[in-house]
């Protein structure tokens, strides 16, 4: 009987960056700003659960989550702190988001009713965050029809109005005037609405918008790439990634000149190379775009991907004089020593952003937990969660 991951092929992630990327984002904000912690899509493939618990620790106020079932998964491991569902939500799925008590984003009077009435039958206060839409021209109510919704929440007493929320499109944009204009219609709104005696907290800042516009954090943030150590625009200040994802060499061949490599056939080695195969694949989140184009780091060295990535494997052109042995451990993302392959490396390989990159990181990747370091900051003690 064997126990537990065998499979080389494993993300890491070091809970003690997420710590302080916390800290880091907290020390950045008044003691009164609430820190919602974003931890949708799997806390950006990182692990729900173990990055929400370590992010309430480490000084988040509360959670925010895309989906309703992203809310209940938290709430089966036990966590009490306020969860707040970023993604707008249809009447039917109200009495989900009521009864595992999270909190819910409206702008319809559809979703208020039906969360007003799921309340009721519940027997317990909903709580609710208007979206106004200042310029993202996704989701949200229109800057002009924010004060007849708010009508429609205070009218019902099963709602407790919890926040009044937009979100910004722009905020890791060159240009800043794009954000302050639409933080300047929130404004507008806040104004009319104050006037008519309500003054619900605000919030609108992501990553980007917290640490650039500190004059944009108002009543709160919700931060999620920060937390994971991806810098959220191009000058921010070092964060510190939190994941490595990491396979290890499976086969090792010296070939010479002219050696044909993978499908397609689209590498042909210029020389004598070392053609290592890693166990990983497209299937564990390791794009198929990487092909001929990525790297890896082996044997102390950054090496290129060579030939196709296929669904399991990929192959490295490792220089003759790098040692290199089956068995080895790999790393294809993250930190190596003093080398690092980042999510933003990834994504201008793969035109992308780093939110992607987290996010493509499979299922069948096991995910292994640090809770700590050692003095000279390595990780030690990975496991599965709970640790
Ligand atoms: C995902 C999301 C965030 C967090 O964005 P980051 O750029 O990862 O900090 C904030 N607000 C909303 C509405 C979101 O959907």
């Known amino acids: 009987m064997v126990t537990g991951p065998l499979r080389a092929t494993r993300a890491l992630v070091r809970l003690a960056a997420i710590r302080a990327n916390v800290q880091a984002v907290r020390r950045a904000l008044a003691p009164a700003t609430r820190l919602w912690a974003v931890v949708k899509a799997n806390a950006y493939g990182h692990g729900a659960v173990p990055v929400a618990t370590t992010a309430l620790a480490a000084g988040a106020d509360a959670l925010a989550v895309a989906l309703p079932e992203e809310g209940w998964e938290l ?40 969360l007003a009435r799921g309340a009721v039958d519940l027997g317990r206060p909903a709580r609710v965050h208007l ?13 002009n029809e924010a004060a007849a919704l708010a009508e429609r929440i205070v009218a019902e007493p099963s709602l407790r109005w919890a926040g009044l929320m937009t979100h910004l499109a722009d905020a890791d944009h060159e240009d800043p005037e794009w954000t302050r204009g639409q933080y300047r219609q929130l404004v507008r709104v806040v104004e009319d609405l104050r006037r008519r005696g309500w003054s619900p907290p605000v919030h609108a800042a992501n ?26 625009w191009a000058g921010c200040s070092p964060l510190e990634p939190a994941l490595t994802l990491e396979s290890v060499v499976t086969m090792v061949k010296r070939v010479p ?16 190379l070392t053609i290592a195969t890693v166990a990983a694949g497209y299937a564990d989140g390791v794009r198929r775009g990487l092909s001929n184009r990525g790297a890896a780091i082996v044997g102390g060295r950054r090496v290129p991907i060579v030939g196709r990535v296929s669904m399991d494997q990929l192959t490295l052109g490792v220089p003759p004089d790098v040692p290199v042995h089956v068995g080895d451990p790999v790393v294809l993302l993250g930190r190596a020593g003093a080398l690092e392959l980042s999510a933003q490396d990834w994504a201008g390989w793969l035109d992308t952003i780093p939110y992607e990159v987290f996010c493509g990181i499979a299922a069948r990747v096991p ?21």
């Open 131 to 143: 979206k106004v839409d200042t310029g993202m021209g996704r989701v949200g109510a229109r800057p």
């Open 367 to 387: 995910r292994l937990y640090a809770p700590g370091s050692d003095a000279s900051g390595r990780p030690t003690g990975f496991s599965s969660w709970p640790t």
């Open 75 to 114: 709430r089966r491991a036990g966590i009490a702190s306020r969860i707040l569902v970023l993604g707008p939500i249809l009447p039917e799925q109200a009495v989900s988001v009521v009864s595992a008590d999270l909190d819910a984003i409206v702008f319809s009077p559809a979703v208020i009713e039906a």
């Open 257 to 272: 000149t002219g050696f044909r490599v993978g499908y397609g056939h689209t590498y042909e080695t210029p020389g004598p």
């Open 207 to 232: 990553s980007a918008g917290a640490l650039r516009f500190p004059g944009l954090q108002a009543d709160g943030v919700r931060v999620g790439l920060a937390l994971y150590g991806a810098a959220p």
